[in-house]
């Protein structure tokens, strides 16, 4: 089961100021069948992500997720705090593998408010750590947000 604390209503550009956090989403453990079930839906079917005789193999200890499947949890992340249509921009960078068993928790902070294109919009910092405090992924976001009037 998935937590985090997702408003129950509409996010307005007036109520976000700059350094507000995002509500923390924690995704339960990466389990074996998520990965074989993601490559699946994405058809990534690199067998590094479902195969633990590769991934020993090649050195990295065994199977590793997928870093798509990593920002897809920060995806998340965003679209439960501002809503699944106001995202105009998400990128990340990978900064660490993923093994089956960690728990991952995406947090972000809004660092910007500005108007653009006729938009008001935030900008903000998001990241995901495991259960030790190891980034996964690190990476930036706009989101164009309703205003109140």
Same mark, same amino acid.
């Given at each position: 089961?998935?937590?985090?604390?997702?408003?129950?209503?509409?996010?307005?550009?007036? $109520? #976000?100021?700059?350094?507000?956090?995002?509500?923390?989403?924690?995704?339960?453990?990466?389990?074996?069948?998520?990965?074989?079930?993601?490559?699946?839906?994405?058809?990534?079917?690199?067998?590094?992500?479902?195969?633990?005789?590769? =991934?020993?193999?090649?050195?990295?200890?065994?199977?590793?997720?997928?870093?798509?499947?990593?920002?897809?949890?920060?995806?998340?992340?965003?679209?439960?705090?501002?809503?699944?249509?106001?995202?105009?921009?998400?990128?990340?960078?990978?900064? =660490?593998?993923?093994?089956?068993? $960690?728990?991952?928790?995406?947090?972000?902070?809004?660092?910007?408010?500005?108007?653009? $294109?006729?938009?008001?919009?935030?900008?903000?910092?998001?990241?995901?750590?495991?259960?030790?405090?190891? #980034?996964?992924?690190? =990476?930036?976001?706009?989101?164009?947000?309703?205003?109140?009037?």
């Amino acid at each position: 089961m998935t937590t985090n604390t997702q408003a129950s209503h509409k996010l307005y550009y007036d $109520d #976000v100021q700059v350094g507000n956090e995002l509500p923390k989403l924690v995704k339960p453990p990466v389990t074996h069948l998520q990965l074989v079930r993601y490559a699946g839906a994405s058809g990534d079917f690199n067998p590094l992500h479902t195969d633990p005789t590769v =991934g020993e193999t090649i050195g990295t200890g065994g199977i590793i997720a997928h870093g798509m499947l990593i920002m897809g949890f920060v995806g998340q992340l965003l679209s439960d705090y501002a809503g699944p249509s106001t995202l105009r921009k998400f990128g990340v960078r990978f900064k =660490g593998m993923t093994r089956i068993g $960690d728990v991952i928790t995406c947090t972000g902070t809004v660092t910007e408010k500005y108007e653009a $294109d006729g938009e008001a919009r935030i900008a903000g910092k998001v990241q995901a750590v495991d259960q030790n405090g190891d #980034v996964k992924v690190v =990476g930036t976001f706009i989101a164009a947000l309703p205003r109140r009037s």
